[in-house]
């Protein structure tokens, strides 16, 4: 799969909802690996009419996080969200299915530069939880991801540009580090990336997202609890050399997503990484100063 020293603010896992972002089994997507089964028990496939299109993350008992661009509209006729699932093929002794009662697009998506690609999904019935079905935590509004902040990206989809991740087509794990939104527009060669959304990648190239990942969570682990940071959006082909791939910031979304989830609020963490300056401007990789130099000359 082309998958697309922090502060620990909350110490009690008992302060967030449902315990969010644990992990009771877990003790790659282009350039990635296999997960083992239970390592994210948030990662869902949303799918219509039996097929896979897209990822996405449980962040309560009843809602769904994942991309607006999956959808051509907003009706949920169809839909059906899969949770505990570990292969789109063959047995899954521990899936369970859901169909989708509501679907609500950011009102301020742009399917022309995708900013605000992110939506929410309301499931039929709760989903009880159980050690393969579990909400993430999401990253709350003052988090930041600075240069080099290790993530993991997850999903179903192609392991190279126009290939087909191979029988049984199971889950797929891929660590990234991210990459400050600055030196992120330098490399993509234009001003794409704007501050609701966040890059991750290496410049070396051979990780990253891909197509069939959209909507997928990227999370970053902070003591014992995963925060989800990102959203699967897009990228210029897949793990291509100093293109990394580009997610949707969960962090500019809190007030929105607290104001349409009025009870069994999901669990937001303040995450922190002491690191570079989270616009990449300190030790800027050698490569993308000189990109970077082209850009303004």
């Known amino acids: 799969m082309a998958l697309r020293k922090w502060v ?24 990635g690996e296999d997960a083992p089964p239970g390592s994210w ?58 169909s989708v009662d509501t679907i609500i697009l950011h009102p301020n998506y742009d399917s022309v530069t995708s900013d605000n690609d992110i939506a929410l999904l309301r499931l039929s ?18 988090s930041t991801f600075n240069n080099g902040t290790d993530s993991w990206v997850t999903g179903w989809g192609a392991v190279q540009e ?35 959304m966040i890059c991750a990648g290496v410049l070396a190239g051979g990780k990253d997202s891909c197509q069939g990942d959209s909507g997928g969570p990227m999370v970053n682990q902070q003591g014992s609890i995963w925060v989800q940071s990102g959203v699967v959006s897009f990228g210029f082909g897949c793990a291509r050399p100093n293109l990394p791939g580009v997610y949707s910031r969960v962090s500019r ?37 000189m990109c970077c130099l082209q850009c303004v000359a």
């Not at 620990?8 to 350039?31: D, E, K, Q, W």
Request: proline share 8%.
């Open 41 to 98: 028990p948030w990662q869902v496939s949303l799918q219509i009419f039996g097929g896979h299109v897209c990822g996405g993350s449980l962040i309560n008992k009843e809602w769904v996080m994942t991309a607006a661009h999956c959808f051509f509209s907003a009706s949920p006729t169809d839909w059906h969200v899969s949770l505990g699932r570990q292969n789109l093929q063959g047995e899954n002794p521990n899936e369970v299915t859901k």
């Open 125 to 142: 019935t709760p989903v009880q939880f159980t050690d393969y079905i579990r909400p993430v935590c999401l990253a709350a509004g003052d």
């Open 253 to 289: 979304y809190q007030s929105w997503i607290e104001s349409l989830i009025s009870s069994d609020k999901p669990g937001f963490v303040q995450f922190t990484f002491n690191g570079l300056d989270p616009t990449g401007k300190p030790k800027i990789h050698l490569q993308c100063f």
């Open 8 to 31: 620990c603010i909350f110490t009690l896992a008992s302060l967030l909802p449902a315990v969010c972002g644990m992990t009771p089994l877990n003790t790659r997507i282009v350039g």
């Open 162 to 196: 126009g290939v087909s991740l191979p029988f049984p087509e199971t889950l797929q794990e891929v660590q990234v580090p991210v990459l400050g939104n600055r030196q992120c527009n330098c490399l993509n060669g234009v001003g794409t990336v704007t501050d609701n």
